[in-house]
């Protein structure tokens, strides 16, 4: 079937575009860590205001992720893995996605603070404000520490669940903080390892680029031994217990041992082989931070049983 075109021969923005704009893979993250921490909060909250909350920090999210599109579309256009977006693919106009980012923003925020409370939705709004204008406009084209600082915009969803129930922070939500913030350079930077030259083409400053493979091979490993202790010592929290402690120890260990193999590497074995650990270390980041959060609700779901907690 051919694509459907607009009078002046474009393709026309279909409902699967604007859903691309939202970053549906990312935006998963955000829903899942963010309605974890909405479940372990010591506060119950209405099943209905709960959902309807998720909902919207899933929309803020979003809209983030809509933003980011806008502002990166340049970028994406030069870069393979990004070429096919709604905005360099020419089937929406930058400016239809910054309105839509916009609106979504605004909507998002101002639903998220009638329906929970208003810390809530002035913490979603300041999450939106540090991806789109700290993050995406600001540190990702001007510091190889660009994934370090940004992190925390992905690292603000816990915090936000958290303070839906709670009207507040506390050690627990910033320690679901602080083991996003810090799982968020080495992912993504063992993402940049096998990216090859997507990254340079585009001008963007990862540390690949910037200080080389070597540097960001030892960047890794450091990074995985500086989160091994965050992790593990949530296990010790009101939201821990020894289901999550067991889990952390055993996926951190594994973590290490993924960093410890990727800087051992050489560029040469590891272009021989067409970067298999690098690629098995990313793949095993993306397990490792939800089972972590999972093992947090499993504690949670246990409690009223007799199970859960210490």
């Known amino acids: 079937m051919s694509d459907i075109r607009s009078f002046d021969g474009a393709p026309e923005a279909g409902i699967r575009d604007y ?33 309807a909350s998720i909902f919207f920090i899933a929309l803020g999210g979003g809209a983030s992720g809509a933003l980011n599109m806008w502002w990166d579309a340049d970028i994406d ?15 929406v106009t930058p400016g ?5 980012g916009l609106t979504l923003s605004v909507l998002s925020v101002v639903m998220l603070g009638v329906t929970a409370n208003w810390f809530a939705g002035a913490f979603l709004a300041f999450t939106i404000f540090f991806y789109v204008v700290i993050y995406s406009m600001w540190l990702k084209r001007s510091t190889p520490q660009n994934i370090v600082i940004g992190g925390a915009a992905g690292a603000f969803p816990p915090m936000i669940g958290w303070a839906v129930a709670t009207g507040g922070v506390s050690i627990e939500s910033i320690l679901m903080f602080a083991i996003v913030f810090m799982w968020t350079p080495p992912h993504f930077w063992a993402l940049a390892l096998f990216m090859k030259s997507d990254y340079s083409k585009a001008k963007v400053p990862m540390l ?12 890794v490993l450091v990074y995985t031994l500086l989160l091994a202790p965050l992790a593990v010592g949530a296990a010790f929290t009101s939201i821990g217990g020894p289901i999550y402690l067991t889990v952390a120890v055993v996926l951190n260990a594994l973590f290490i041992w993924g960093g410890w193999c990727i800087w051992r590497r050489d560029e040469t074995a590891a272009e021989a082989d067409s970067y298999k650990i690098e690629k098995k270390v990313f793949g095993f980041s993306l397990m490792y931070l939800f089972l972590h959060f999972g093992a947090f609700l499993a504690e949670a779901a246990l409690k009223p049983w007799g199970f859960g907690g210490w």
């Not at 256009?77 to 089937?91: D, F, H, K, L, N």
């Not at 690949?208 to 960047?219: E, P």
Request: charged share 15%; net charge positive; hydrophobic share 50%.
């Open 19 to 51: 859903f691309a704009l939202l970053k549906p893979r990312v935006m998963s993250l955000v829903v899942f860590t963010a309605f974890v921490g909405l479940l372990v909060a010591p506060q119950s909250v209405n099943p209905v205001v709960g959902l």
């Open 77 to 91: 256009a030069v870069m393979t893995r990004t070429q096919s977006r709604p905005i360099p693919a020419g089937r």
């Open 96 to 100: 239809e996605a910054m309105w839509f």
């Open 208 to 219: 690949t680029v910037t200080h080389g493979r070597r540097v960001t091979r030892a960047h």
